[in-house]
């Protein structure tokens, strides 16, 4: 490993304003070495780098970018969008981080959605994920989460509401909020995503460690874990420690820093990915109650240029099955089943935000193999996959411009 040069810290700092700066933290205790500084102005989508000495070994992913071989087409335009879905008849659903919430037609017609909560919008903080239940065919509830503002500053939430469609418009109504990370304070970093177990009858949510290191590894704290509650809000009956009572009953894993992408592949797997500091995004096979480490272990470094032991240096964490050194900033990520592309089909989709890029990832049971990074020359904040196959993607629009809605098709 090795530190940053001062002067090449300045630099970036200078440079990093992709997202609003986050606000400080007091400094923390580490258990493995001396306290770590505040969390200062950089953001995890600060312009990629190299910043240790990591050895090119089994599970490295970084491969070369090349050309995108797809056939692009701008379909719409969002002002900073978080995340996408489409519901059954072909419609779309788009997050935008100040709070609004879009309804896209089959015919490309978009609206706003009335009756979203309020949110704490701002640096990683907003309206976040959202997910179609399972039965939304017949219930038509839908899943949000967003960082909603607090007495003493904001907390990550969890809430579920029927979509109504009327001849005045979309509306969510009766709204119930399921669950809270707690620990409110500042600071970014809220991970959101959702993801339905395979027999729809519970999700698994994950909640980024707001760059306050140690509740990570902190059973009490909810924040740095993937949690697994039933469609109500209430820790699903088969957690870890499903009888201990309060955050350690919901959690399923812990450990995590920044996770973005969480996807269950027909195999019944859970795979992960998600930010890690300057270097070392990961991308994680999730198993029940394992520890993945953060901030004990990362094949990155802090931003300050405080090393961080490796992962083979604490084999009781798990370790990444793939990870990436310079970072290529982890968005969102699908599993691909579709018929446009059936040579694509079985492989893990990444949208890379500092990375400018589209990500496939092959998979063989519980190996994962970096097969290409097609460059797409904008920050790509989330993919999805459309009934016909094509694979949708949301630029970030985080500095201001971008935010297009695109559409990648066979190259005729």
């Not at 056939?71 to 997050?95: C, K, M, W, Y």
């Not at 979203?116 to 179609?132: F, K, N, S, Y």
């Not at 240096?313 to 990870?323: D, T």
């Amino acid at each position: 490993m090795r530190q940053l040069p001062v002067l090449l810290m300045l630099a970036l700092a200078a440079s990093s304003c992709s997202v609003q700066p986050q606000q400080e933290a007091p400094p923390i205790a580490n258990p493995a070495g001396p306290a770590l500084p505040p969390v200062t102005s950089l953001p995890d989508n600060a312009p990629a780098g190299t910043v240790k000495n990591v050895p090119a070994t089994t599970g490295r992913a970084n491969v070369p970018r090349t050309p995108s071989p797809f056939a692009v087409a701008t379909i719409g335009q969002f002002n900073e969008p978080f995340a996408l879905a489409f519901l059954p008849d072909g419609r779309l659903l788009v997050t935008e981080k100040a709070g609004a919430l879009k309804l896209r037609a089959t015919d490309g017609q978009v609206t706003g959605v009335r009756g979203v909560p309020p949110v704490a919008a701002g640096g990683q903080g907003g309206l976040l994920d959202i997910a179609p239940a399972p039965d939304f065919a017949e219930s038509h509830r839908i899943y949000l989460s967003y960082s909603e503002p607090r007495a003493s500053g904001s907390s990550l939430a969890l809430m579920r509401a029927v979509l109504t469609d009327s001849g005045s418009g979309a509306t969510l109504t009766k709204p119930q909020i399921l669950w809270r990370a707690g620990s409110d304070g500042v600071g970014g970093q809220f991970g959101a995503t959702i993801a339905f177990a395979p027999d729809g009858q519970s999700l698994f949510l994950t909640s980024g460690e707001r760059q306050r290191f140690m509740p990570a590894q902190d059973p009490d704290q909810a924040l740095g874990k993937i949690v697994h509650l039933s469609l109500n809000g209430r820790p699903a009956p088969d957690n870890p420690m499903a009888g201990a009572g309060g955050v350690k009953a919901q959690t399923w894993s812990t450990g995590h820093r920044n996770p973005y992408g969480l996807v269950f592949t027909p195999d019944g797997r859970l795979w992960e990915e998600e930010m890690g500091p300057y270097g070392g995004d990961e991308l994680n096979l999730i198993e029940p109650g394992r520890n993945y480490g953060w901030p004990l272990v990362s094949n990155g470094d802090n931003y300050s240029g405080q090393p961080i032991p490796d992962h083979p240096s604490r084999p009781e964490f798990a370790a990444p099955k793939l990870w990436w050194n310079p970072s290529i900033s982890p968005g969102g990520m699908i599993y691909y089943s579709g018929a446009m592309f059936p040579e694509y089909r079985g492989s893990l989709l990444i949208a890379a935000l500092s990375g400018e890029s589209l990500i496939r990832i092959t998979l063989d049971g519980a190996t994962a193999t970096a097969a290409e990074q097609w460059a797409m020359e904008s920050r790509i904040r989330d993919v999805a996959q459309a009934p016909d196959g094509a694979i949708w993607l949301l630029e970030d629009g985080g500095r201001g411009a971008g935010g297009k809605l695109l559409r990648l098709s066979r190259k005729k």
